[in-house]
């Protein structure tokens, strides 16, 4: 489809499992962002790519997680010896012109339970 | 850091009636940006409506529109006509200046029940 894929769009995890969560952005958009949104929250800033380049992980809550987007088109946001406090939706998000119009295109999420 | 805040976890409207959504955000730009997205229930979400800081005229897009008061840093989202399609969680957001923070900040949410 034309729209940012995301998978698996759910996954249970045993506590202390790495878990490998992928984006599929839309063709052609150069900015992609990874976004946590618990439960009843808003979608909390992880990380940002500008193509192959990360230039924003502040959002990261801790060294377990960590993004790739090597190719500048795919992502992955992996999170190792998942806990408890991980589980919440993973939504990514591309755009052609962030920097311009600030508008984000996002995917339906990953949701995330870790038992 | 930027904030915003949506004070209405919960809103509800009757079908065809208006409501409004309320959002402050706190920041000491000038120049900056603000979003409404719509995120329906297991749906991506989408944006509904933006507003340049710079633009004194309120954004609108068809029922859409909003009341933006830069000096109270407010910005009310006004749905109009509403329809069923309209039930969704709505997210006020904000983004800084071109070559600040590259970021959308968004609030916890307001969830519209729209009955019919």
């Known amino acids: 489809g034309a729209g940012v894929s995301q998978s698996p769009r759910y996954k249970v995890a045993k506590r202390g499992q790495d878990v490998a969560l992928r984006c599929d952005p839309i063709s052609g958009h150069v900015s992609l962002f990874w976004y946590q949104q618990a439960l009843g929250q808003g979608p909390e800033f992880l990380t940002y790519?500008?193509?192959?380049?990360?230039?924003?992980k502040s959002g990261l809550p801790s060294d377990r997680f960590f993004a790739e987007r090597p190719e500048g088109s795919v992502s992955t946001l992996k999170i190792q010896r998942t806990q408890q406090e991980d589980s919440a939706v993973y939504l990514c998000a591309s755009s052609p012109s962030f920097f311009e119009t600030g508008e984000l295109f996002f995917g339906e999420g990953s949701r995330l339970t870790v038992l | 850091a930027q904030t915003v805040t949506q004070s209405q976890p919960e809103m509800s409207v009757q079908e065809a009636e208006t409501v409004t959504l309320s959002c402050t955000y706190d920041t000491s730009e000038s120049d900056y940006y603000l979003f409404w997205y719509k995120q329906p229930p297991s749906r991506q979400m989408i944006l509904v409506i933006r507003q340049e800081a710079y633009k004194q005229q309120n954004a609108t897009e068809n029922r859409f529109s909003v009341n933006f008061q830069k000096a109270a840093k407010s910005f009310s989202l006004k749905i109009s006509d509403s329809q069923l399609g309209d039930a969704a969680m709505y997210f006020c957001a904000y983004k800084g200046p071109q070559g600040g923070s590259e970021k959308l900040v968004f609030g916890k949410g307001t969830k519209l029940t729209v009955n019919p």
């Open positions: 790519f500008q193509n192959e380049a990360q230039l924003d």
